[in-house]
């Protein structure tokens, strides 16, 4: 069994700063990928960054230079540090790791049970 617990997510004033955490945790052999998908009333869950196990990232355009993705590995912990926050980037925050819970084990995604972000005055 695999559990991913998100926390940090709560209600900004634009313009604001908020750190979200996702710690994973249970079997687990190796994580590959770890990022955040967000998913607002009436749209499509749409990833927002991500990064594997090197370091190595990729960002949603529209959250480019506001938003930082950083990950502990030995703590199986993804961070995403968003700044500059705005009311369009309201939404449900859900965090997922690609990882393999056994060697023999194939990759699969597991995801956290998602954190509100509201950004309003």
């Known amino acids: 069994q695999v559990q991913l617990v998100e926390s940090g997510g709560g209600l900004v004033q634009p313009g604001g700063s908020l750190r979200l955490s996702c710690a994973a945790s249970?079997?687990?052999?190796?994580?590959?990928?770890m990022g955040w998908y967000r998913q607002a009333p009436g749209k499509e869950r749409e990833l927002v960054a991500a990064i594997d196990s090197g370091g190595s990232t990729n960002y949603l355009d529209s959250v480019k230079g506001r938003f930082t993705i950083s990950r502990d590995n030995p703590k199986n912990t993804v961070y995403l540090q968003m700044n500059s926050l705005k009311p369009e980037d309201t939404a449900v925050y859900y965090c997922?790791?690609?990882?393999?819970?056994?060697?023999?084990?194939?990759?699969?995604?597991?995801w956290g049970q998602g954190t509100q972000v509201t950004v309003s005055s």
């Open positions: 997922y790791a690609d990882l393999q819970s056994a060697w023999f084990s194939t990759r699969f995604d597991y």
């Open positions: 249970g079997r687990i052999y190796r994580i590959y990928v």
